[in-house]
């Protein structure tokens, strides 16, 4: 018998407030009123202080001792340290897939290639990214190594974050990110790996680049 554990009270608050984070309703250097969400959600503050720990350790909120909680600064040095990870935890990725992957997690990925490649055609933001983050996280069990997963699996909320800000300034960035993890996948299944590096580090810097040019456009717009 296979047991379902359901979100506690702490984890669904989290969600929500990720989810405000993720797609700019909060935004950077706000602060997170607890009382205001003990009211509009109809929970308790310690449900509330618990979400922000969770949200802090997804690097989406930061707690200041006797200031209280407010959305993490991105900026374009936590962008370019972010990418950097990114691409190393990549690159390892597509190592260890290499030597590990068998008949059966070949096609799980090529069927999640397709419906990341689908997702990007309808041009449906918030399913692209769960089809990306999902791609990459069933590559990650296919290599077998649990610390890898971990790594990306912590990764995925700040990145999250940055993806949607690239979406919302350039829908077409879809198109150039699956083309990328499908060129990423087929290299790895194909033993290209000595073009992966490659692969990784253009993507890496471009997204990067254009997630910083979002962040400015931002900037400026808030100035005006």
């Known amino acids: 018998m296979a047991f379902?554990?359901?979100?506690?009270?702490?984890?669904?608050?989290?969600?929500?407030?990720?989810?405000?984070?993720?797609?700019?309703?909060?935004?950077?250097n706000e602060r997170i009123q607890e009382a205001r969400i003990v009211t509009e959600l109809k929970v308790s503050r310690g449900s509330v202080?618990?979400?922000?720990?969770?949200?802090?350790?997804?690097?989406l909120v930061t707690i200041q001792p006797?200031?209280?909680?407010y959305v993490t600064e991105l900026n374009a040095d936590r962008v370019r340290s972010l990418y950097r990870l990114y691409g190393n935890l990549l690159e390892m990725l597509a190592e260890k897939l290499s030597w590990s992957w068998k008949e059966e997690d070949k096609q799980t990925l090529e069927a999640l290639v397709n419906k990341l490649s689908n997702t990007a055609a309808e041009h449906d933001p918030h399913q692209f990214i769960?089809?990306?983050?999902?791609l990459i996280s069933s590559a990650a069990v296919a290599a077998g190594n649990e610390y890898l997963k971990t790594a990306l699996d912590n990764l995925q909320p700040p990145l999250h974050r940055a993806l949607a800000l690239a979406l919302r300034k350039n829908l077409g960035e879809m198109n150039?990110?699956?083309?990328?993890?499908?060129?990423l996948?087929?290299?790895t299944l194909g033993e290209r790996?000595?073009?992966?590096?490659?692969?990784?580090?253009?993507?890496?810097k471009r997204h990067c680049l254009l997630v910083v040019q979002?962040?400015?456009?931002?900037?400026?717009?808030?100035?005006?």
């Open 4 to 28: 379902v554990v359901a979100e506690s009270l702490a984890e669904q608050i989290a969600n929500h407030l990720a989810n405000r984070i993720i797609q700019g309703d909060l935004v950077n």
């Open 49 to 59: 202080r618990e979400a922000l720990l969770i949200l802090e350790r997804r690097h």
């Open 66 to 69: 006797r200031r209280g909680a």
């Open 130 to 134: 769960d089809a990306n983050f999902e």
């Open 176 to 183: 150039e990110t699956s083309l990328f993890v499908t060129r």
């Open 185 to 187: 996948i087929g290299y």
């Open 193 to 204: 790996c000595d073009e992966v590096q490659a692969l990784v580090n253009e993507y890496c």
């Open 214 to 224: 979002a962040i400015e456009a931002n900037a400026q717009k808030e100035s005006i």
